[in-house]
């Protein structure tokens, strides 16, 4: 298994670095001097950067950061990123020996039209589109590109471990609450993620099956959730996009 640590970046984003003792391969470096900093400090060599859509809080580093350790720049082919040599999309598969990992990229068109994320070693690296206990806006694709893309989610592995780019997952947890107050998976979450927040250890990852579990945006085929949803908007729900459409808006007013 490769390790996974996360580089904390701005007010909630988190760069993860895979890797071992002697290389690195960072994902979403928005940072660079974060990432530099931990480099230095652990003396490690950038052998990639992995980018999964063009918000500069996600790719703010990858000119000096490329150009300083001259290493290669993946992104989604369908989208404009910063120094990109490497464009990817659905079912590329992405080697690195040295830190003996490889990922597959797969397109997760919603909070951007290009977005993508990479899938591997159990590990899911998705950016911002799924987050502990919640999702990402849906800025540039269609409740229903989301929707989908979410769904494609919750079809992998239960132990896949989730490291999303940024740390919402207690406000999610509220909002996860007022959808599904009768969830009974929902409070012991809570508790455990607050335990981890106030030691000041980041939530994530999470795992798909946990997310599958509380995650109201992976739950629109739940009576519970169609129920609460429908009650919200006031109108019947037959169609789970259309549960998630009216939860992601929801949400955006929470
Ligand atoms: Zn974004």
Same mark, same amino acid.
């Given at each position: 298994?490769?390790?996974?640590?996360?580089?904390? @970046?701005?007010?909630?984003?988190?760069?993860?670095?895979?890797? *071992? *003792?002697?290389? @690195?391969? =960072?994902?979403?470096?928005?940072?660079?001097?974060?990432?530099?900093?931990?480099?230095?400090?652990?003396?490690?060599?950038?052998?990639?950067?992995?980018?999964?859509?063009?918000?500069?809080?996600?790719?703010?580093? &990858?000119?000096?950061? #490329?150009?300083?350790?001259?290493?290669?720049?993946?992104?989604? @082919?369908?989208?404009?990123?910063?120094?990109?040599?490497?464009?990817?999309?659905?079912?590329?598969?992405?080697?690195?020996?040295?830190?003996? =990992?490889? !990922?597959?990229?797969?397109?997760?068109?919603?909070?951007?039209?290009?977005?993508?994320?990479?899938?591997?070693?159990?590990?899911?690296f998705c950016g911002d589109t799924l987050f502990g206990c919640g999702c990402g806006r849906v800025f540039e694709g269609t409740m229903e590109?989301?929707? @989908?893309?979410?769904?494609?989610? %919750?079809?992998?592995?239960?132990?896949?471990?989730?490291? %999303?780019?940024?740390?919402?997952?207690?406000? &999610?947890?509220?909002?996860?609450?007022?959808?599904?107050?009768? *969830?009974?998976?929902?409070?012991?979450?809570?508790?455990?993620?607050?335990?981890?927040?106030?030691?000041?250890?980041?939530?994530?990852?999470?795992?798909?099956?946990?997310?599958?579990?509380?995650?109201? !945006?992976?739950?629109?085929?739940?009576?519970?959730?169609?129920?609460?949803?429908?009650?919200?908007?006031?109108?019947?729900? #037959?169609? #789970?996009?259309?549960?998630? #459409?009216?939860?992601?808006?929801?949400? *955006?007013?929470?």
């Amino acid at each position: 298994m490769v390790l996974v640590e996360p580089v904390p @970046a701005f007010r909630d984003n988190y760069i993860w670095v895979i890797g *071992n *003792n002697q290389y @690195a391969v =960072a994902v979403d470096p928005g940072d660079a001097g974060a990432l530099q900093e931990y480099l230095e400090e652990r003396k490690l060599e950038l052998v990639a950067i992995l980018c999964t859509h063009h918000h500069q809080d996600h790719v703010g580093g &990858n000119l000096a950061l #490329s150009k300083q350790h001259g290493c290669p720049v993946y992104g989604p @082919a369908r989208e404009k990123i910063p120094a990109m040599t490497h464009p990817v999309s659905e079912g590329d598969l992405v080697r690195f020996e040295e830190i003996g =990992a490889s !990922f597959v990229v797969m397109d997760l068109p919603g909070h951007t039209s290009g977005h993508i994320a990479y899938f591997g070693e159990g590990a899911l690296f998705c950016g911002d589109t799924l987050f502990g206990c919640g999702c990402g806006r849906v800025f540039e694709g269609t409740m229903e590109e989301m929707h @989908a893309s979410l769904s494609r989610l %919750a079809a992998l592995p239960e132990a896949t471990r989730v490291y %999303a780019a940024h740390e919402y997952t207690l406000l &999610n947890l509220r909002f996860a609450l007022e959808v599904e107050p009768e *969830n009974p998976d929902l409070p012991a979450r809570k508790e455990e993620d607050e335990r981890l927040d106030r030691q000041g250890i980041p939530t994530l990852p999470s795992t798909i099956g946990l997310e599958k579990r509380t995650n109201p !945006f992976l739950r629109c085929e739940d009576p519970a959730v169609m129920r609460m949803a429908a009650r919200h908007c006031g109108k019947t729900l #037959s169609a #789970s996009a259309e549960v998630f #459409s009216v939860l992601r808006r929801w949400r *955006n007013e929470f």
